[in-house]
């Protein structure tokens, strides 16, 4: 059984910064692509940020591009996305996603059939 566990999120202050974990297991994602996405309640689930295979190339929204950064551990099955100077705008459920349909230089995807369950972030002004 292939599972996505999403851990970090918490209620932090604007500014401040956190950091989020995606452990995959039940399968190895290191030939993948990977990715975060967010989702408000108001919102569709949107893409934040991705990584492929080999962790040297990383693709941003355009909201986070500059704060957030995506990272991999390939040997742990492991994706991380540090949250640096965080804002209000940020409050959302995250979401790890696997195998990602994404490759270096494009700016195109498409999300994986692989999700966690999510971890909520909160932001306060």
């Known amino acids: 059984q292939v599972q996505l566990v999403e851990s970090g999120g918490g209620l932090v202050e604007a500014g401040k910064s956190l950091t989020l974990s995606c452990a995959a297991s039940g399968r190895s994602f290191s030939s993948d692509s990977m990715g975060w996405f967010r989702q408000t309640a108001w919102k569709e689930r949107e893409f934040v940020a991705a990584i492929d295979w080999s962790g040297d190339s990383t693709y941003y929204a355009d909201s986070v591009r500059g704060r957030f950064i995506i990272s991999r551990d390939r040997a742990k099955n492991m994706v991380y996305l540090q949250m640096n100077d965080l804002r209000p705008e940020d409050t959302a459920v995250y979401y790890c996603?696997?195998?990602?349909?994404?490759?270096?230089?494009?700016?195109?995807?498409?999300?994986?059939?692989?999700w966690g369950r999510g971890t909520r972030v909160t932001v306060s002004s």
């Open positions: 996603n696997g195998d990602l349909l994404w490759k270096a230089g494009l700016t195109t995807y498409v999300a994986g059939d692989y």
